[in-house]
């Protein structure tokens, strides 16, 4: 299935249906009064969050979405039908944005999750609601409400713990592909990965998500490679996984670009934890390791953990994945406590 994280398109929900002139007639009943039915409702356009979708590539085909339209009403008192509302299925981890590119209307990041984007059209109603004592043959009836219609974008930002940056061809699909099933196309060129992976990550009893992003370049925020746009698959990562082609003669400076494109691209992004990581070390002797890890432990600073690590043989993985692991744990608790006291804010506040 073709990978896609970003779709424009239209929707329209249903216009109300219009209301019924109409008077009753049956025989021996001279005067019967009005009996027009109201209209019945339009469909509204409703964007719900589902699991098992990870692409939307079901809006690169159909980019134009119309709810129908309500039944009109009819003599006998008889309304119209309401028309069902149009559901549009999305994977989780989707952000709806307004036509600006830059208005984030929602941000569906649980299964489940729906928000009305369109609101279905009143039916009008039909002449026997304007009956009155002093008017008890009106001749009116309003038509239907309209529906209402705009332009959005589907932005999809993956769900995942832990996100795999780096330079290309820094072995971050070697790496996924050690530590999980997933299975990324693997080669000695750069760029083989295209698209975001996903795999699911067993570290001693625990269990997590980790996304594999396609390698950055120096100006990559400003469009060279493939350019930033994949990044914001990793804003809802509680811990970057940065590594570092350990058979480069140029480590620090490595390093230091794909921060500065993090930087650039998003200050919040840049603060995230970040484990550092020599990799391929198993084409190094232990003298070059040393060296290598020298200098990009005096980039990184003296606060930052440098791990040592081979996506190939294995060697240091399952210390770098228990890291990872206690980093997101750490995440998941501060982010359990900022939903607690925003809770509590509300309660106070109310």
């Known amino acids: 299935m073709k ?17 019924s002139v109409s008077f009753h007639r049956e025989k021996f009943i ?18 719900e969050a589902v699991q098992n979708l990870n692409t939307l590539i079901d809006y690169r085909y159909q980019q134009h979405f ?6 009109h009403g009819m003599g006998k008192n008889r309304s119209g039908a309401a028309s069902p509302d149009l559901v549009l299925r999305v994977p989780v981890g989707t952000q709806i944005i307004d036509e600006d590119k830059e208005t984030v209307i929602a941000d569906l990041t ?4 729906r928000v009305l984007l369109a609101k279905g059209g009143d039916g ?9 004592s002093t008017n008890q043959a009106p001749r009116r009836a309003d038509p239907g409400w309209p529906g209402q219609e705009r332009w959005v974008w ?3 930002k993956l769900i995942a713990d832990a996100g795999l940056i780096g330079l290309p061809n820094a072995g971050k699909s070697t790496l996924l592909a050690a530590v999980s099933r997933a299975k990324p196309k693997i080669a000695e060129y750069p760029f083989t990965t295209l698209h975001p992976q996903l795999g699911v990550v067993r570290s001693d009893e625990a269990e997590f998500v980790l ?12 469009g060279a490679g493939l350019g930033d746009r994949f990044l914001g698959h990793v804003e809802r990562c509680g811990v970057l996984i940065h590594l570092v082609d350990g058979t480069s003669e140029t480590v620090a400076r490595d390093w230091r670009t794909v921060r500065a494109e993090l930087a650039a691209y998003s200050p919040m992004l840049a603060a995230k934890p970040e484990l550092t990581v020599l990799n391929k070390c198993d084409a190094l002797v232990e003298t ?19 791990f040592r690590v081979s996506g190939v043989s294995g060697k240091g993985v399952p210390e770098l994945m228990r890291a990872a692991f206690a980093a997101i744990r750490a995440h998941r608790e501060a982010e359990a406590r900022k939903a607690e006291e925003a809770a509590l804010g509300v309660e106070t506040a109310s």
Not at 66 to 71: D, I, L, N, S
Not at 110 to 113: M, N
Not at 211 to 222: Q, T, V
Not at 288 to 306: C, N, P, Q, T, V
């Open 3 to 19: 990978f896609l994280d970003q779709a424009k398109i239209y929707i329209r929900s249903g216009d109300g249906g219009a209301g």
């Open 30 to 47: 001279e005067f019967g009064g009005p009996d027009g039915g109201d209209g019945g409702r339009g469909g509204s356009v409703i964007v």
């Open 66 to 71: 119309k709810a129908a339209k309500g039944g």
């Open 110 to 113: 649980g299964p489940g999750q």
């Open 124 to 132: 009008g109603h039909g002449n026997a609601h304007f009956k009155t």
């Open 154 to 156: 589907l932005r999809l």
């Open 211 to 222: 996304a594999d992003i396609p390698g950055l370049i120096e100006g990559a925020h400003e």
């Open 288 to 306: 070059e390791i040393a060296s290598r890890a020298r200098k990009l432990k005096r980039a990184i600073g003296k606060d930052g953990k440098l």
